[in-house]
Structure formats: structure tokens, C-alpha cells
């Protein structure tokens, strides 16, 4: 049996969509981060490897770390309490590393690169233009 989607229902859609979009554009920005980035990377990538689940990049995962939608104080209560089974909790490490870890993820680009922006890649590319 095919279903149909009525003009009506496909219109209500849209503007659910419409909607969803004017209140995430309005939505309050993220007070800037307070902690160290770079000290933020070493503490995501080496001594509490949230890499393993998240990536390098922080798009992988569920949640997914990147874009960070969540103030820096809802991070910190969701990494010490996640709501995912998946997620350990991190209860005892300092809230100064949690921070740093915090600025690191918003340091993190949303866009995904370009690939004339990763090396290996752009040589690939200029060797194919000069084959042609």
C-alpha cells in the first residue's frame, strides 16, 4: 500500500522546519570559554582519551561534541553525570580540567575541512591537474 503525503501535512512540515530554525537562530550565543584550549587537547586526547569515542574532531559520538550546544557549567554537569550509559562518568577529575577540555571542544572547527586544506590531499589534487 503507497502512502501519500497530503499538501497539508507536507506544508505543516516545512513550516515546523521554518520554525525549528528561526528558534535555533535565536537561540542565546555561549558565553565565551574560560579555560585553556591547548591544555584542554592534551587532557581530550591523552589522559582521558575522549577521543576513543569522539574522534579528533569531536563529530563522533552520541552526543557529539561538535558544535557544543551546551553551556560550559551544563558540560561540566553532564560529564560528571552523563544521561547516556555509553558515556563513563568523570567524577573525579578537577573542574580546571574540565574546563580546558570544555575550551579545547569549542576551539574545535564545525566546518569540515576543505580538502585543499589538508596537505596529503592538495598534493593528490595538483598531481591530477598536471596528469590533465
Not at 7 to 24: E, H, N, R, T, Y
Not at 83 to 106: N, S
Not at 119 to 128: N, S
Amino acid at each position: 500500500m503507497r502512502s501519500r503525503v497530503s499538501g497539508a501535512g507536507l506544508g505543516a512540515g516545512i513550516g515546523a522546519i521554518a520554525l525549528s530554525a528561526v528558534l535555533v537562530a535565536q537561540a542565546p550565543a555561549l558565553a565565551p570559554p574560560t579555560g585553556d584550549a591547548k591544555r584542554g587537547q592534551e587532557l581530550f586526547e591523552k589522559t582521558y582519551k575522549c577521543y576513543a569515542c569522539h574522534g579528533y574532531d569531536g563529530q563522533t559520538g552520541n552526543p557529539r561534541l561538535v558544535p557544543m550546544n551546551r553551556t560550559q557549567e551544563a558540560f561540566l554537569a553532564y560529564v560528571r553525570k552523563p544521561a547516556t550509559p555509553q558515556m563513563p562518568k568523570f567524577v573525579d577529575p578537577p573542574e580546571k580540567d574540565l574546563v580546558d577540555v570544555y575550551a579545547y571542544i569549542r576551539s574545535i572547527p564545525v566546518a569540515a575541512p576543505t580538502p585543499d586544506s589538508i596537505p596529503l590531499l592538495k598534493g593528490i589534487i595538483e598531481r591530477r591537474q598536471q596528469v590533465k
